[in-house]
């Protein structure tokens, strides 16, 4: 085959893998906010006529109030991969036409494959930010030198060949990114202090305990003293369950309210834009444009 025909071929794959490349950040955060609206029809129902309250309203408001934590949880965990994987694919070996010739590639392309020489190669042909490398991607705006550290850092393999930080917890990939693009620090952030209570509410979902837990009596309690630091922390973050059954309940169903929602969604979308604000795209929010589907009331 030769070098025109791989251009050509090169050419489609690049565009297939542009038309199969999609995000969920978009999405779980609007199901993080449709659950919150729901856990506030189901407590507005409740105090509207309270006498037509049954055990099923009410465990249809615990699912809704899980359903908001998870994603939003969910949401901070595909944005963070999300904007990663985007500066591996903008300096990804399937750029454009005068990239693939000024660097000789003509091998086809199956997948986007980040290269550290083929990155160098698109950096000095000219910036990132006068190029429209990165248009609709999520690291719009970002700098050519700062892609270039998230995309080595997100494609780094052991000595196995594994790849190691693509599989990092969620605080540390949020700590990474503004620190690899030289930025200051996120940790320093409230928002990011209240995630990391976020995650911990998560996990205790997460990894459930069948146990008797009175806040107001904890000697000889059967649960972790975990918990009741959970429980510490979380007092005066947003108002408990106000409904029947979830008043004098055990922990997490005394914590499963609409408030809990609104302090949920609240704060993942508060540490996303501080998240953006510390790479030093801001300016290009993308979850703004969802307008009133972030609405949890």
Not at 106 to 118: H, L, N, R, T, W
Not at 257 to 286: M, Q
Request: glycine content about 6%; proline content about 5%; overall charge negative.
């Amino acid at each position: 085959m030769d070098v025109q025909a791989q251009e050509q071929g090169m050419a489609q794959d690049t565009a297939l893998i542009g038309e199969k490349r999609g995000y969920q950040s978009h999405q779980l955060i609007q199901a993080a906010a449709l659950n919150a609206r729901h856990s506030n029809a189901l407590e507005d129902a409740f105090r509207a006529n309270p006498t037509d309250w049954t055990s099923d309203h009410f465990t249809d408001h615990q699912s809704y109030v899980i359903g908001a934590i998870y994603t939003a949880i969910a949401f901070l965990e595909a944005m963070t991969n999300e904007v990663f994987s985007d500066a591996s694919y903008a300096l990804s070996v399937k750029g454009t036409q005068e990239v693939r010739k000024g660097c000789a590639i003509v091998a086809p392309i199956v997948s986007y494959i980040f290269s550290e020489e083929i990155a160098r190669k698109k950096i000095e042909l000219a910036p990132l930010e006068e190029r429209d490398l990165n248009a609709g991607l999520l690291t719009v705006g970002l700098g050519a030198q700062e892609t270039l550290s998230l995309a080595r850092w997100w494609n780094q393999r052991n000595a196995k060949g594994k790849l190691v930080n693509q599989w990092e917890k969620l605080p540390e990939k949020l700590k990474q990114a503004p620190k690899l693009a030289g930025r200051p620090a996120l940790t320093n952030e409230v928002s990011y202090q209240d995630v990391l209570l976020l995650i911990e509410l998560r996990n205790s979902l997460v990894h459930p305990m069948p146990a008797s837990i009175f806040p107001s009596s904890r000697a000889g309690a059967s649960v972790p003293m975990s918990i009741y630091k959970l429980i510490d922390k979380l007092e005066g973050k947003f108002s408990l369950n106000p409904l029947p059954g979830g008043q004098d309940s055990v922990f997490p169903i005394d914590h499963f309210s609409h408030d809990c929602t609104v302090w949920a969604v609240a704060t993942v979308i508060t540490l996303a834009r501080d998240f953006f604000d510390k790479l030093g795209i801001g300016s290009n929010f993308p979850y703004d444009a969802l307008g009133p589907r972030l609405e949890t009331s």
